[in-house]
């Protein structure tokens, strides 16, 4: 129950405020509205950040399935407790969505850009072209994931690891983030996006189900590529 309860309430810190920073930068009348991309960047660092020290030692702090998939296909992570992983990470993604819709309430009235709202929720590509799309995502995961299991092995003091997570979620944002937002996390994107569909959001649009597999699947791949390549590494 501990390890279920960690890993669902690390994925609701994420998204809450990873997702938030984004609609405090893009939502109208926001004090934080404008501030950029490095403003969201810093803000998902320390989303992942905030949550992998509180509960690294409780459930390993994976709060992503192509990490816990991933690591149960090189054989360091048990089949038996992947869908009890997968579970606390999507219902805690959904709450996170859900906790930033009900935090902006009344910023989502103010904005007219249908964009901008579901932005709040998940990714979107900036020049839509499904195979270069789908290669950011792949490529993304792979490194992000072969990157974090490589940091499991270094020699660092206590506590330090998860810090450098963020700074490698950082890294993400700011060198390669630009192209789709860097889901690098599929529930990241496909909980929040079932939210925004049936959230009672002020003048939504569509929450773009036609791009929603590649958030999915990109990082799905990627993060098992990049767990074998850490296994033929290390």
């Known amino acids: 129950m501990k ?33 950029g991309w490095l403003t969201i960047c ?21 709060f992503n399935p192509a990490l816990t998939i991933g690591l149960a296909v090189i054989g360091k992570f048990a089949w038996s407790s992947v869908p009890t992983y997968l579970a606390a990470q999507f219902i805690g993604a959904f709450i996170g969505a859900v906790l930033v819709f009900t935090y902006f309430y009344p910023h989502y009235k103010e904005t007219e850009d249908k964009g901008a709202k579901l932005a709040t929720f998940a990714t979107g590509p900036a020049i839509k072209n499904t195979v ?5 995502e792949f490529i993304g995961t792979a490194i992000l994931i072969f990157t974090i299991l490589g940091v499991g092995t270094a020699n660092v003091a206590e506590g ?31 909980a929040p996006r079932i939210a925004h569909a049936i959230l009672p959001i002020p003048g939504k649009g569509d929450s773009d189900w036609g791009y929603a597999w590649i958030p999915v699947v990109g990082p799905l791949l ?13």
């Not at 390890?3 to 926001?30: P, Q, R, Y």
């Not at 990627?222 to 290390?234: D, H, R």
């Open 132 to 136: 270069f799309n789908f290669i950011s």
């Open 160 to 190: 330090v690891g998860p810090i450098i997570v963020g700074g490698i979620i950082l890294a993400m944002g700011v060198c390669l983030g630009g192209t789709t937002g860097y889901a690098i996390n599929p529930f990241r994107d496909l």
């Open 42 to 62: 810093f803000g998902w660092a320390l989303g992942v950040a905030i949550p992998a020290v509180m509960f690294g030692s409780v459930s390993g702090a994976h």
């Open 3 to 35: 390890i279920f309860l960690a890993e669902l309430l690390g994925t609701m810190i994420l998204i809450l405020l990873g997702n938030g920073v984004v609609a405090n930068t893009v939502l109208k009348k926001s004090k934080g509205e404008n501030s």
């Open 222 to 234: 990627g993060g098992v590529v990049g767990a074998i390549l850490f296994n033929l590494v290390f």
